[in-house]
């Protein structure tokens, strides 16, 4: 029987070094040095603004995931719930003090970035449930009284994000959400009777969406209904992803990009962007290295001796490829445009940070996967 004082006295420097998952680590390098090619073509071949900030963001961003490896388990498990707080009141927050642009309230000014806080939920989230489910039996899982407190704290966030309004991110956090409950052992029957409560109250929710949220539903049924409005954007990802071929056009000869066809093509249609130039053999890399992260966080979650860090990692590593499918889906036009980002690739400094801050708990579930956490 381990004795926690005497595993965590015992891991050196040295042994901490030894025990980062270094597949992990180089997958993300690789992805990170792509990104940075993919920018540097958005800047039409020149280091502009977004090249040179994505790079440097990056990097520190790296860096910091890096760090976080070397923290605790325990940390993360204790401060769960702080951490879910400081990000609620960070979106509180956006409310009454964020930064308005083309009519949406997302950010908060830290003169050093623009802080989306919702980005930052995705992950605020999962750790409090990861933490809620940890030392509940699963014979009370599915009891009410247990149910109620998921319930609020995944309800919460969501609706303030929806009101600023971003619908997308918010679908992306509850989705997080989910996956935990259900990881967790959250009964079917509970997902199913929130579905049908789900679908009876959806045509009182499209009353409330934006006239841009229900033109990007009519667009995602019929593009091409609208080709020079509300169509345009899916309509030139579809014809630039289709022109790219097996092997694509080259780097900086991306024809539907340098003649400005694409729209938004730094941040949610960076991915498209980069098939045109290097078709689909250059998109199956991408895929292959978000595999390859998603794999090795599920292997961490495998061998890690906590259920908090196991139900943390199955769950990050879920979201992380719910992520990577609603944006692929969303530029292949297999969904509906919601703005989500492409994890570590699109430009954004909230959702860099956030996403590496996920990594990093992985990261620390694997360095110190031999300390049980009470």
Not at 182 to 203: E, H, N, Q
Not at 295 to 310: A, C, P, Q
């Amino acid at each position: 029987m381990f004795q926690p004082r005497s595993i965590q006295s015992s891991l050196s420097f040295r042994d901490k070094l030894l025990s980062i998952d270094y597949i992990l680590v180089i997958s993300i390098l690789i992805l990170g040095i792509t990104s940075m090619f993919a920018m540097y073509s958005t800047d039409g071949g020149e280091f502009k603004y977004h090249t040179e900030s994505h790079i440097l963001r990056f990097f520190v961003f790296f860096i910091m995931f890096f760090i976080l490896s070397f923290v605790q388990i325990r940390f993360w498990h204790s401060t769960s719930y702080l951490i879910y707080a400081i990000f609620f009141i960070l979106l509180l927050g956006v409310k009454y003090f964020g930064l308005t642009s083309s009519g949406s309230q997302r950010w908060l000014n830290f003169y050093f970035m623009n802080l989306q806080p919702s980005e930052l939920m995705k992950v605020g989230l999962i750790l409090f449930l990861a933490k809620y489910y940890h030392r509940i039996s699963i014979e009370n899982i599915n009891r009410l009284r247990y149910l109620f407190l998921p319930i609020v704290v995944l309800i919460a966030p969501v609706l303030l994000v929806i009101m600023q309004p971003d619908l997308g991110t918010a679908l992306l956090i509850a989705a997080g959400g989910v996956v935990v409950a259900w990881l967790a052992g959250v009964r079917a029957k509970f997902f199913a009777y929130s579905s049908i409560v789900f679908i009876s109250l959806l045509p009182i929710a499209i009353s409330f969406l934006k006239p841009y949220q229900k033109a990007r539903i009519l667009t995602f049924l019929n593009p091409e209904k609208d080709p020079l409005g509300a169509g345009y954007q899916i309509i030139q990802s579809k014809i630039a992803i289709g022109s790219g071929g097996l092997f694509g056009k080259g780097f900086l000869n991306g024809s539907q990009s340098y003649l400005d066809y694409l729209p938004e093509k730094h941040t949610d249609f960076i991915f498209t962007l980069f098939s045109e130039e290097f078709g689909f053999f250059g998109s199956l890399l991408i895929l292959f290295l978000y595999g390859i992260i998603i794999f090795r966080i599920i292997k961490i979650g495998n061998i890690t001796r906590s259920n908090f860090g196991k139900l943390y990692c199955y769950s990050f590593a879920t979201a992380f490829f719910i992520y990577v499918v609603v944006n692929m889906g969303m530029v292949l036009g297999l969904l509906p445009i919601v703005g989500s980002p492409l994890p570590i690739m699109s430009y954004g400094g909230s959702s860099m940070m956030a996403i590496m801050l996920g990594l990093g708990i992985a990261m620390s579930c694997k360095v110190h996967k031999d300390i049980p956490v009470n």
